[in-house]
C-alpha cells in the first residue's frame, strides 16, 4: 500500500468546493485557503488576491463574483506568461468567462510549453505526489477547492490526468468545440481547451457561457421515443496492462453497485445498462493498443518548430529535446502515416455509436504516483486527445487513500450528450463523489 505524507493523512486534507450561492462567503473562505494552502501546494505561477475583493453585482451575469484559475498556457491580459511577458489581452474563453461576470484569480503553473518535464506543484489531496504535468496547478487548485474552475489546455493527457490525480472533474471537449484562441497550441490536430472544476454542476455552469450549448435530453430514448437504459461500453483502451488489481477491483466494485442500483432502483430510477466484451468493444481495445505512441508521433511532428525555436531561445527542459528529436525522427511522411491511422481509429471509434451511448474506463492507469517518479502516465487520457471526441473524468474512486478518476467518453458533437449521460451515472454512483471504495 502506498504511503503518505502526514499531510496527506490528516483529517484536514484539502477538497474541490463548489460555487455557491453565497457568493461573499465563497470569496471569503478562498482568501482563507490561498493564505493556508496555497503556501505549500504553489498552484499559481501569479495572483491577484485584489480580485477577491472586490464588489459582486448579480447583474454582471450567470457567473458573477465566481473565481476562477487560468493555466499559464493561456493569455490573461495585464498576468505574465511563461515567459515573463504579459499578455495584451484575454484568450477568448478568459474574455467570455469575464464577460459573464466571473474573475480571475491567477495564473496556474503549467510544465515549460505545456510539455515539458514538472512543475513546483504539490497535490493537495496527498503530498507529495504528483498533481501531473502542463495542468498541474490548474489540477492543484480546484483541488485544494481555492477555485471551482480552471481553463487548462491537452494535447494528450494534461487535463483529465490532473482532474483524476487531484479529485477534480475534468472535460475535454470534442476537438474545436471551445475556443483556443489566445491559449498556446502545440498540435492543431489534438490540442484543445479543457475544464477542471470541482462539481459537475460548475461544469454546466460554465459551458454554457464558452459554447453555443443545448441541453440534451435527460435520458435516452428509442426511435419511438420510449425511454431506454443509458447503453455504457466498458474498455481498457491503451492502458498497456498498468492498472495495478487494487486499482480495477476497485473500478470492477464500482461497475457492479452500478448496476446493482440500477436493478434496485425500479422502472422510475436512472436505467443504466453496463456492457462488457462484446465483438465491437474487443476490436476498439484490439484497434487503439499502442495507439498513444500515434499520438506522440503526431504531436512531435507538429509541435517541432515551436520547440525546436523555444530550444534557441534558451529552454532547456529535457523534455522538449526529446520531442525534437523525436519530430526529426517521425518526418513529413511519418507525421502522414500518423494522420492516416488516426483517421481509420476515428473511423471505427465512431461505429460504436451504433452499440452504446458512452464508454467507461479508468482516467489515468492508477493514482498519482510520487512526484520523484514523473508526473504520470499518459496513456488513459490520450486516446480522447487522438480522435477528438469529448470525454469527462469523474472523482468516483479512492484507492490506497488517493483519488482515481472514472473516465467516461462521448462522441465527437455530442458533447451534451455525454454531459447528460454523465449525470445520470452520477445519481447511480454510491455515495459521495469521491466515495473510499472498499479494499478488494
Not at 190 to 216: C, I, K
Amino acid at each position: 500500500m502506498r504511503r503518505l505524507s502526514a499531510r496527506a493523512r490528516t483529517s484536514t486534507v484539502p477538497e474541490p468546493r463548489p460555487w455557491t450561492a453565497d457568493r461573499r462567503d465563497h470569496l471569503d473562505e478562498t482568501a482563507r485557503l490561498l493564505a493556508a494552502v496555497e503556501r505549500w501546494v504553489h498552484a499559481f505561477s501569479h495572483l491577484d488576491p485584489a480580485s477577491l475583493r472586490a464588489g459582486i453585482d448579480p447583474a454582471q451575469g450567470p457567473l458573477a463574483g465566481m473565481p476562477f484559475a487560468v493555466s499559464q498556457t493561456i493569455d490573461v491580459a495585464g498576468m505574465p506568461g511563461p515567459d515573463g511577458r504579459a499578455a495584451s489581452r484575454d484568450a477568448e474563453a478568459v474574455a467570455r468567462l469575464r464577460a459573464a461576470g466571473a474573475r480571475v484569480l491567477g495564473l496556474t503553473t503549467s510544465t515549460p510549453y505545456g510539455c515539458g518535464t514538472a512543475t513546483r506543484t504539490d497535490n493537495p489531496r496527498g503530498s507529495g505526489y504528483t498533481p501531473g504535468g502542463s495542468a498541474a496547478g490548474a489540477g492543484a487548485a480546484v483541488g485544494a477547492g481555492i477555485v471551482p474552475v480552471a481553463l487548462a489546455t491537452q494535447s494528450q493527457a494534461a487535463t483529465l490526468r490532473a482532474a483524476s490525480y487531484c479529485g477534480a472533474w475534468g472535460f475535454k471537449p470534442s476537438h474545436l468545440r471551445l475556443p483556443r484562441e489566445g491559449a498556446l497550441v502545440l498540435s492543431d490536430t489534438l490540442t484543445d481547451l479543457g475544464l477542471v472544476a470541482a462539481s459537475l454542476e460548475d461544469l454546466a455552469r460554465v459551458l454554457p457561457v464558452l459554447t453555443r450549448w443545448r441541453e440534451a435530453d435527460p435520458e435516452p430514448t428509442d426511435e419511438e421515443g420510449r425511454r431506454r437504459p443509458l447503453r455504457v461500453g466498458r474498455v481498457m483502451l491503451d492502458d498497456g496492462a498498468l492498472p495495478r488489481p487494487r486499482t480495477l477491483a476497485h473500478f470492477d466494485t464500482l461497475l457492479h453497485e452500478l448496476g446493482t442500483r440500477t436493478a434496485q432502483a425500479g422502472p422510475t430510477g436512472p436505467a443504466i445498462e453496463v456492457v462488457e466484451n462484446t465483438t465491437e468493444l474487443l476490436a476498439l481495445d484490439r484497434a487503439v493498443r499502442h495507439s498513444t505512441r500515434v499520438c506522440l508521433d503526431i504531436l512531435a511532428a507538429q509541435s517541432g518548430p515551436q520547440l525546436t525555436a523555444a530550444l534557441a531561445a534558451g529552454e532547456s527542459d529535457p523534455r522538449l529535446h526529446e520531442l525534437v528529436e523525436r519530430a526529426a525522427v517521425v518526418g513529413p511522411s511519418g507525421l502522414v502515416e500518423a494522420l492516416d491511422q488516426r483517421r481509420a481509429l476515428t473511423r471505427a471509434y465512431a461505429a460504436l455509436a451504433d452499440h452504446v451511448d458512452v464508454l467507461i474506463t479508468l482516467s489515468t492507469t492508477n493514482p498519482a504516483p510520487e512526484q520523484r517518479e514523473g508526473t504520470g502516465c499518459r496513456r488513459m487520457p490520450t486516446t480522447a486527445s487522438l480522435l477528438g471526441v469529448p470525454a469527462l473524468s469523474a472523482p468516483w474512486l479512492v484507492v490506497d487513500g488517493l483519488p482515481q478518476g472514472v473516465q467516461v467518453l462521448g462522441f465527437a458533437g455530442r458533447d451534451e450528450e455525454l454531459l447528460a449521460a454523465v449525470r445520470l451515472l452520477a445519481a447511480a454512483v454510491p455515495g459521495p463523489s469521491t466515495r473510499r471504495a472498499s479494499p478488494p
